[in-house]
């Protein structure tokens, strides 16, 4: 497709397993973004990957969380010892920086729900 | 403080009314403004840039004003369609693009 693909739409874990979303930008885009949204709050950032550049990792809330990006596309954001905490929804956002317009077209997220 | 910083909200106003935005930013290396608009359970999605000669989309004008580091955004006419979280958005370049985001403004139009 020609957008952001965000796989699995919803995931339900159980605490203390590990889970990987994963992110299709869209083709080209070298910008990649990594955000959670709890219910009704704010973006909350937490990576971002320019390029070859080293990635922001500045939002990232704990150790449990990493993310990687292979050969400047898919990227997967994997959670470690999941906690109810980490419930929300983790959307995927691509740019391509491309003249003035730096639009950030975002996935539908994937809904992560701890228990 | 927060780099991006919005109105609270929430903004609760009837069909047809007119009700304005405000952001400001403190970061003067913001070179691009933005307000991009979320719906209820829905990713963002840009709504308008914003340019210091102030731009306007319909019912929609934006404004910014670069040596008070302020963005504003008005909404003529509300619909209740209108009703969703409006973010204000900036691109900085500090040796490199990045994207930041306010908090959101929620708005309700009631019939």
């Known amino acids: 497709g020609a957008g952001v693909s965000q796989s699995p739409s919803n995931k339900v874990t159980e605490k203390g397993k590990d889970v990987e979303l994963r992110c299709d930008p869209i083709?080209?885009?070298?910008?990649l973004y990594w955000y959670r949204q709890s219910l009704g709050q704010g973006l909350e950032f937490l990576i971002y990957?320019?390029?070859?550049?080293?990635?922001?990792k500045s939002g990232l809330p704990s150790d449990r969380f990493s993310a990687e990006r292979t050969g400047g596309s898919v990227s997967t954001l994997t959670i470690q010892r999941t906690q109810q905490e980490d419930s929300a929804v983790y959307l995927c956002?691509?740019?391509?920086?491309?003249?003035?317009?730096?639009?950030?077209?975002f996935g539908e997220g994937s809904r992560l729900t701890v228990l | 403080r927060k780099e991006v910083e919005q109105d609270p909200g929430p903004f609760n106003v009837p069909e047809g009314a007119t009700v304005a935005f405000n952001c400001t930013y403190s970061?003067?290396?913001?070179?691009?403004f933005f307000w991009y608009r979320q719906d209820c359970r829905k990713e963002p999605k840009l709504l308008m840039s914003?340019?210091?000669s102030g731009n306007e989309d319909g019912r929609f004008t934006a404004q910014l004003n670069r040596a008070s580091q302020y963005i504003s955004l008005l909404i003529r006419d509300s619909k209740l369609s209108d009703s969703a979280t409006y973010l204000c958005?900036?691109?900085?370049?500090?040796?490199?693009?990045?994207?930041?985001f306010g908090a959101g403004t929620r708005l309700f139009v009631k019939a």
């Open positions: 958005v900036v691109i900085r370049n500090t040796g490199g693009f990045k994207t930041i």
């Open positions: 083709s080209g885009h070298t910008a």
């Open positions: 956002a691509s740019s391509s920086y491309s003249g003035v317009t730096g639009e950030l077209f």
């Open positions: 990957f320019q390029g070859n550049s080293a990635p922001d």
């Open positions: 970061n003067s290396a913001s070179q691009s």
């Open positions: 914003v340019y210091s």
